[in-house]
């Protein structure tokens, strides 16, 4: 047998040096998680869901493995059809061997020896012990939500909401004492998506429900979402979040606002210049609230979504036909928090990219606006198709290069899967890594109390400072 020098997932997985080692060990390890943007279900941690079975935990809406399972062939009833639990998990452990460096290849052995101990690597092979184990083990009610949450040891969630939500899952919670913390995130990406003009008129009422307020000019629009802003805030709302093309702007904006909503409730079409202008004013008032309310303000960029049209019409939109954009970010980014500025109504705020070549784009407009608060505009971790090994390394080098590491508020979830949590931890050992060699080649002191308190800064305090957690 060919001897390797390190095992498979061993104790200094991603950890290069002795240095890495101790930084992890020591500072990384140990540190709660924030999760401060994911997409977990509110209803489930409220009620402490019990999963019956591994696929309902691990299969259930993850379409980063649906993506896999079709392109290695999978017919679709065994990602998104009604075959039973088992074979949809034996199709997807005849996949996993051919993810071989995909970070699912990594992901799927740490969530299975973190949560369940099993060192095991899964292939057809090995489905059935597999899944027969983690499945008797999620009957237990240590393997509820809430016991897999404090099993990975995180402290607070905030999850991903829509303005007209009731948040009656949070305030479920909230009365528990459960030791878990769950706050809500504003996201009206439906407040502005006027492309369709009847499904937008359809949600603005909902809307004018939800904030008991008759919508009919531009100015109720505003006050309906201010409502919601009000009641999101008073349980513990700390930020907003927006899934965009790119930012919005358009000078004449301001002044054609009021006038385009009301084409809108007509039931008229806007073009695409008018809804460039209807979005721009929009999530200018928006950013104004969320000033004044002191949250921090989020922006995803640049995914090109539903690209597969009759799968999208068969399936819905998040089913894993969504893929990186070139859409041009710099000038309208620029301009629109320089608006915002202007007033000195820029509140703190966080930019992902999607698309690695705007990397230096994204890390060097962080510098433009960063004034008066430590960290205020930040550079968000690798998202989405970037959450890898080298879209992760690639991030922090460039924010290395360009900004300060030492003041990034670190990883986040971005996940529907109460599975994902070691994707924390595979941040973490990278981190730790990039660090780790840097001392080892003498291009960083051997300061390890310094450095250490940088690794938990990234890793935790940044993040509770920065969010009030």
């Known amino acids: 047998m060919i001897k390797t020098s390190r095992p498979f997932l061993g104790d200094d997985f991603l950890l290069e040096t002795d240095a890495a080692v101790h930084l992890y060990e020591q500072f990384a390890a140990p540190a709660a998680i924030l999760d401060y943007h994911c997409h977990l279900s509110p209803k489930d941690i409220a009620e402490n869901r019990k999963f019956q079975n591994l696929t309902e935990i691990w299969l259930e809406g993850d379409h980063y493995k649906w993506r896999a399972m079709r392109t290695n062939g999978a017919a679709e009833q065994y990602c998104t059809g009604n075959v039973p639990p088992y074979e949809k998990f034996l199709e997807w452990a005849k996949t996993v061997p051919y993810t071989m460096r995909n970070p699912l290849y990594h992901w799927t052995h740490l969530e299975l020896k973190n949560y369940f101990g099993i060192r095991k690597v899964l292939d057809e092979t090995t489905a059935k012990e597999i899944y027969d184990e983690c499945s008797s083990a999620l009957q237990q009610d240590e393997y509820s939500v809430q016991s897999l949450l404090h099993r990975m040891n995180v402290e607070v969630v905030c999850t991903t909401d829509d303005p007209i939500d009731a948040l009656n899952y949070h305030q479920q919670l909230s009365k528990q004492k459960s030791g878990i913390r769950m706050f809500p995130t504003f996201r009206p990406d439906k407040a502005f998506a006027v492309e369709d003009s009847r499904a937008y008129n359809e949600y603005v009422d909902k809307l004018g429900t939800a904030a008991n307020v008759s919508i009919q000019t531009f100015e109720d629009l505003i006050a309906a979402l201010k409502n919601r802003i009000d009641f999101f805030d008073s ?235």
């Open 235 to 469: 349980l513990g709302c700390r930020a907003s979040d927006h899934g965009l093309e790119f930012m919005y702007f358009d000078e004449d904006a301001h002044s054609n606002g009021a006038a385009l909503f009301k084409k809108i409730r007509t039931g008229s079409k806007l073009n695409l210049n008018e809804r460039v202008q209807f979005k721009c004013m929009v999530l200018t008032e928006l950013c104004k609230l969320y000033h004044s309310k002191g949250w921090v303000q989020q922006f995803h960029l640049g995914a090109l979504r539903g690209n597969n049209s009759r799968l999208l019409r068969e399936l819905g939109p998040d089913t894993g036909f969504d893929s990186i954009g070139d859409y041009p970010q710099a000038q309208n980014m620029s301009r629109f928090f320089n608006g915002l500025d202007d007033t000195d109504q820029l509140t703190k705020t966080i930019i992902y990219n999607i698309n690695p070549a705007d990397n230096e784009v994204f890390a060097t407009m962080l510098g433009n606006f960063s004034v008066g608060t430590p960290g205020k505009m930040q550079w968000g971790s690798g998202w989405w198709f970037l959450d890898q090994k080298d879209g992760m390394e690639r991030q922090m080098n460039t924010l290395s290069n360009m900004g300060l590491l030492s003041r990034f508020v670190g990883m986040v979830t971005d996940s529907r899967s109460f599975m994902s949590y070691p994707r924390h931890e595979y941040f973490r050992r990278i981190l730790c890594n990039l660090l780790g060699r840097d001392i080892e080649h003498g291009e960083l002191p051997d300061d390890f109390a310094r450095i250490g308190k940088l690794v938990q800064d990234v890793c935790y305090t940044n993040a509770k400072q920065y969010f009030k957690l």
